[in-house]
């Protein structure tokens, strides 16, 4: 029980009973109350003068949750906050908490249901209060913050006050309310798409944060979601990993803890049970392994507290954006000069008298003229004008980013891709090298112990049987103690469960199996003095270890085989002699692992050194030199179906694969050739190089000699990031791909982070854009396909849309300059913008990736957005539709024999027409056949069959509302005839080839570095 410093002490007249009850319970229970601890003395320095016994009935069977609800929380997760030592021994320190939150140090907490929910219940669950998210009603209000939007519905209500003034409620208030209720229903269409895009950014945002922690239960070390860790659970802690919320340190070796999150410190903290046993949550592990014992969850933490204040950026703008907003503003600039031209032209007109009325007089004739009929005419030319404007920005550009975005976030997702920076999703499609890890990305990540070595022998059966007792024994003691792996044994099963890393695992495996370790019994029976943890520069780790009731220590050493080996100067054979290792030795035994490298196999070396306990004096460090060679093993990790296709798909796609391994050059090259990575008649002096030996290049030659590696082997973290940065010196767009806390540097580095989800440490994916979910070098391929998908399918859109804007500016500016008429009224166009910005956007935006963007090079950095094939697509549409429109503006009252208000009705329906079929065309920028794959896509079919039925609405039933008139069946044939001729047109100019000389009008948005410019090119 937590007994709480202000407590009371125990009465006089029971004191006689309570001792007897005590003695009764010390002699009955000593074994499990009575415990040695070294902060005794400690916690009783800084105890109270008195002291409180709590005592069960002897009948208690110990299982009863009650106790925990007299714990103070506030005083439990505030000395963990505040790391106030003293308290903690005040306490009785760590081990005295663990037992007052009912954990047992080794098994962990039972884990069953009951104990789960009343540990939630007393203590609160790992999660914290998010903000309110951005509700419907901000983003409609967001999007009436636009400019030109206010100042037509200013116009529109002025048009509606005056028109009921002028005509009466029944009759007056058409041609404003038909504008507003045209805005409003624009407005809402695109708040509702930007609300969608925000819920799933919002949750693919939370499955980002949904991290996996391991936590030991019933003596089970198993996988959990952060979220469900509970006060009390044991969290296995390794080098990259989150520290999951605030505990106490129980036992491990070198641990390290980035507080940066916390404290800005960037400072490294040392964690141990002399001086510092505080972890906070939130931190990150730098060095070493351990166990911690979780003290407090979600709000009770300082990282609960910070995180619910953070509002998540889900607006982020990504480069492309940028560069669309660009060419959004020099486009509505061009619309607003024209919107310009025209209110002056009909402004003039109307002043001059060159406008008419419905039955054919002039409708301004000086002084007679009343003043509200001026203002009318003022109101509506306005609009007009006004209007021009929004049908000329292209506000759809960044929603078609953020749809294209959005739902290739929600594919990739389905594809074992997770995405948690936007920009990456469309700069991926620009990548032109990709660097790959080799284990577990192009291999299946599932080792086995295939060989076994001891001395210049191979054991063929790999079997204790074979091994001398005395190499046997300290074979197991360098397998079992220099280990981050732990073995389970289920009492009801016969194969005991292994986790730790796949290498970990496996040599447990076969330590377990093959040579019939008890590890158990190996921890027991010695005592850990130091450890030096692996990490991936040093390619070791060793430990420190005495066995219990003997004065020898023994330092163990396991870790790349030509490493270990330049350290030993003996080595064991079968019979247990020990043999001295010459240069003879040494080159056969190098030859060896040689050989099995060149078999595909990681080569791991076990070596030992004995020395006696008065040597140490203090002085822990372990030795390196003088060791003697306990055995060599084979590990195979098998390639990925797959790999090989998907590496012959990047070559085709014009994009280079780099291998960066730690392995050494023997097995880096027989896994690239297996990998298709090298060809076998390769010239492998250029393409397969060493970590040290690049690190050692003069940057001249690294810059020479970088497009022509294809392997490194041996190599560091400093090594990657160092390729890298050349790479992206030499122009490349570098993708990397990283699983290691050291890979963080190359990972920020690259232009897009590929991050392991499996095998892939916190600080890792924290440093990554794209955490890839199953750690296939396929689905790495898979984000490539819709990194260029996304880029596409924005330039389908731009070429859509900029087809609509060239034609509805062109018929209305001419017109306007010709007759003093827009044929176009404000609602009209209000539709087409609707057609053309949010709905045209979710047809192109979702088409799905095809097999022939991956048969393109990939695009530059400073590449046009605007493609010449673009320009020759978007120019003949563009001047097929204003042709046409414009032979109906003049000759269309006499080819038709229909009034004027007709006329204008068969150019807005056939303006709207045009723009259904040119998505069809929109859909292939290069391809004649613009059907293929159509089906596949339903929302895009769903939404031309929406438009084509809304559209005859707006015709024939709307007419006081679009200021339309019905259209007779031979119209209607006519409308449809001019639309459906846009299709052969695309396909008569798909034939005529691009030259690569420049067009005579050329737009290019060139991004150099962070600035972004664009640039008009009249040639």
């Known amino acids: 029980m937590f007994v709480a410093r202000d407590c009371s002490v125990v009465k006089p007249h029971k004191r006689l009973q309570l001792i007897f009850r005590a003695i009764y319970f010390i002699v009955s229970l000593s074994k499990k109350v009575i415990r040695k601890n070294t902060r005794i003395l400690s916690a009783a320095i800084h105890s109270p003068p008195y002291v409180a016994i709590d005592i069960q009935s002897i009948d208690d069977d110990g299982n009863d949750d009650e106790p925990l609800l007299h714990i103070d929380q506030k005083a439990l997760s505030g000395f963990v906050r505040d790391k106030n030592f003293d308290s903690l021994c005040q306490y009785g320190g760590v081990e005295a908490v663990a037992k007052i939150l009912k954990t047992d140090e080794k098994l962990g907490i039972s884990g069953n249901e009951i104990d789960m929910k009343h540990r939630i219940d007393v203590f609160g669950s790992n999660t914290y209060k998010k903000p ?18 206010i100042i037509l519905l200013v116009c529109a209500v002025l048009s509606l006050g005056f028109g009921i003034k002028q005509h009466g409620p029944k009759e007056g208030w058409y041609d404003g309310g038909s504008i507003i209720v045209a805005v409003i229903l624009v407005l809402a269409v695109s708040a509702i798409s930007n609300y969608q895009q925000s819920r799933q950014f919002e949750k693919l945002s939370d499955e980002s944060s949904d991290i996996k922690v391991e936590v030991v239960r019933d003596g089970r070390r198993q996988p959990i979601s952060i979220f469900e860790v509970v006060v ?26 980035d507080e940066s999150s916390m404290t800005g410190e960037s400072d490294h903290i040392e964690i141990n049970d002399t001086n510092n046993p505080f972890l906070l949550s939130g931190t990150k592990v730098t060095d070493g392994y351990g166990h911690m014992l979780v003290t407090s969850v979600g709000m009770n933490t300082a990282w609960g507290e910070m995180m619910s204040s953070i509002i998540c950026d889900l607006d982020e703008e990504t480069p492309l954006q940028t560069r669309l907003n660009k060419l959004t503003s020099y486009i509505g600039k061009l619309g607003l000069l024209v919107a310009f031209l025209v209110l002056g032209v009909l402004l003039i007109r109307y002043f001059t008298g060159h406008t008419e009325d419905e039955n054919g007089h002039p409708e301004f004739t000086g002084s007679k003229t009343k003043a509200d009929d001026i203002m009318n005419a003022i109101i509506s030319i306005v609009a007009a004008a006004v209007t021009i404007v929004v049908v000329a920005i292209p506000e759809g550009l960044p929603l078609a980013v953020t749809l294209t975005l959005a739902y290739s976030m929600k594919r990739m997702m389905v594809d074992n891709a997770m995405v948690r920076k936007l920009s990456a999703c469309e700069t991926m499609g620009s990548a032109t090298t990709i660097c790959t890890d080799k284990t577990g990305t192009l291999t299946q990540n599932q080792m ?3 060989e076994f070595w001891l001395g210049k022998e191979a054991m063929q059966n790999k079997t204790s049987s074979e091994i001398a007792p005395s190499v046997l024994e300290m074979l197991l003691e360098g397998v079992g103690l220099n280990t981050t792996g732990e073995v389970y044994r289920p009492l009801s099963a016969s194969v005991p469960e292994i986790s730790g ?14 040579l019939s370790m008890n590890i158990d019994e190996l921890k027991q029976g010695h005592e850990i003095l130091h450890v030096e943890a692996f990490n991936s520069e040093k390619k070791r ?102 790999v090989r296709a998907a590496v012959e798909v990047c070559r085709d796609a014009g994009v280079s694969i780099k291998m960066i391994t730690g392995d050494n050059v023997f097995t880096a090259r027989a896994i690239a050739i297996e990998c298709g990575i090298l060809e076998p008649n390769d010239d492998l002096n250029d393409a397969v190089v060493e970590g040290v030996t690049f690190r050692n290049y003069s940057q001249e030659e690294r810059m020479v000699k970088i497009d022509s590696i294809c392997v490194m082997a041996r190599s560091s973290p400093f090594d990657k990031l160092l390729m890298v940065q050349c790479l992206k010196q030499k122009g490349h767009v570098v993708a990397v791909t990283g699983d290691g806390t050291n890979d963080a540097p190359a990972l920020k580095e690259s232009d897009i982070g590929l991050s392991m989800g499996i095998q892939g440490t916190e600080v890792a994916k924290e440093s990554s854009d794209i955490v890839i979910l199953d750690d296939n070098f396929t689905s790495v391929v898979t984000v490539l396909r819709w990194g260029r998908c996304v880029y596409n399918n924005i330039q389908k859109f731009i070429q859509f849309q900029l087809t609509v804007n ?28 609707l057609i053309m910005d949010t709905l045209g956007a979710l047809a192109l935006a979702t088409e799905q990736p095809t097999n022939d963007l991956m048969t393109k090079p990939p695009v530059g950095r400073t590449e046009p957005l605007i493609t010449k094939v673009m320009w020759r697509n978007l120019i003949a549409q563009a001047l097929y539709q204003v042709t046409v429109l414009l032979i109906l503006q003049f000759k269309g009252s006499s080819i038709f024999g229909v009034n004027e208000k007709v006329k204008d009705t068969l150019i807005f329906n056939s303006l709207v027409l045009c723009q259904v079929f040119n998505e069809f065309n929109a859909r292939k920028l290069e391809k004649k056949n613009i059907f293929k794959g159509i089906l596949k896509n339903k929302l895009f079919l769903g939404i031309v069959g929406m438009t084509i039925v809304l559209q005859v609405i707006m015709v024939e039933f709307l007419k006081r509302f679009a200021n339309t008139e019905r259209l007779n069946w031979g119209q209607w044939g006519a409308c449809l005839g001019i639309s459906v001729l846009s299709w052969p047109i695309g396909w008569l100019v798909k034939c005529i080839p691009v030259s690569s000389e420049q067009h005579f009008f050329s737009l290019s948005i060139v991004v150099l570095g962070g600035f972004q410019f664009s640039e008009f090119q009249f040639l």
């Open 448 to 450: 086995k112990v295939t």
């Open 541 to 642: 780790s060793g430990v420190l270890a005495r066995r219990k009731g003997e004065n020898t220590v023994h330092t163990h050493w396991k870790g790349a085989a030509e490493l270990i080996l330049a350290m030993c100067s003996n080595f064991y054979v079968r019979s247990g002699v020990i043999i001295a290792m010459d240069d003879v030795e040494r080159m056969q035994l190098g030859r060896i692992v040689k050989d099995m490298a060149a078999r595909s196999l990681r080569c791991i070396a076990f070596a030992y050194k004995q020395i006696a306990a008065e040597s140490l004096q203090g002085n822990k460090k372990l030795e390196e030199t003088g060791l003697t060679l306990l055995g060599l093993v084979g590990l195979k990790d098998p390639c990925r179906p797959g």
């Open 501 to 514: 890393s796949p290498t970990e695992s496996a040599i447990l495996s076969w330590a377990v199996l093959d």
């Open 806 to 833: 060239v034609a509805a500016l062109a018929i209305n500016f001419v017109a306007a300059i010709s007759s003093g008429e827009v044929p176009l009224t404000a609602v009209q166009l209000l539709w087409v913008n």
């Open 232 to 257: 009390g659970d044991i969290v296995c802690l390794k080098t990259g990993d989150q520290i999951p919320a605030d505990g106490l340190f129980l036992d491990g070796h070198s641990l390290k803890v």
């Open 132 to 149: 309110p998210a951005k509700s419907f009603l901000s983003f409609l209000f967001e999007a009436f913050k636009d400019t030109t939007i």
